[in-house]
């Protein structure tokens, strides 16, 4: 524990004095013994319990020690969360996350895992929404309403997400969000001039490899390094997973669909359907966030249940003055109490 104000623990020999009035008080009062005819009941009444006159003031000297205290504002080491603090989710909704081989879906697993984040984060953190497939768009713009952006999550599958995976372009426009969250400036996705200062996280799912996009990852990671931002990415699903593809009914058109199948298959260059772990596990290394691998929706929602609980926070100092002003009110009521109870039996 720590003390703002410590020179005002001289507070504190206030306490030598009301010990000393109290005992003055005390030796007077005997002077005036009462006179008792039969000492027999007066020991029967008063015999054994000599200690109990002290307890109430005992109980008023703790209180105002408890008090004294307060007045320094202590302040004790844990964890807190910035009111400032900003999380970017990025998700990758391209078409392969419609894929099956993480149950029930490649993206319903996301969802869920997501949700779980949201559950375990701070309640003044603010949270955004990033979808991305061939292009990356704005879901939520951070904000502190965590119910917007799980509905946003929910929605996520209404995102026309099909044609690639621009995992580059998805974290440079995520770095300007947060950066633009906690610096309430004007920025450009195109140049990153200020840092983050710890405040800003981005959590990144992908199922696919880089194959869209202007940027590439590193390069999109390497200014996710430069503002301080740490990204942590999950690769999420197996190699060799297929799903399929509908095209929705058009008059005079094509109605049915077909089956994607990576690496071999009818579409043996769409790569997109394997993740890509070695790209993900090098932008963490690069922005000081962390890798995870996550082959099934226990293991998304394992990874994100983990960051819910600890991104975002950091150790620093909670001030507990009115924690000692609460006790310092309890020792005081207890110490009337037991006054007044005890009142009736003095002589």
Known sequence: MTLTSPYLLLSLLALPLAA???????????RYAVRYTNVDVLAAVAGGREWRRFVAPALFVLALATLCVAVTRPRVSSIVTSDKATVVLVLDVSGSMRSTDVKPS?????QKAIHVFLARAPKRLKVGLILFAAEPEISTPPTTDH??????VDAAGNFQGFGGTAIGDAIALAVHVGLQ???????????????ANGLVSILFLSDGRQNRGSLQPLQGAARARDAGIPIYTVALGTNGASFNFSIPSQPGGFNGGFTM???NGPFPNFAGLDPDPVTLRKIAKLTGGQFYRAKTAGAAEAAYRKLGSSIARHRGTTEVTSDFLAGAL??????SGISALRAPRLP
């Open 106 to 110: 490649r993206l319903a697993a996301a």
């Open 330 to 335: 309890v020792l005081l009521v207890l110490g």
């Open 20 to 30: 000393g009035i109290y005992l003055l008080a005390e030796r007077r009062r005997m």
């Open 147 to 152: 119910k917007l952006v799980a509905e946003a």
């Open 261 to 263: 199948i990576s690496p």
């Open 181 to 195: 969250s906690v610096n309430g400036q004007r920025q450009t996705a195109a140049v990153t001039t200020e840092r």
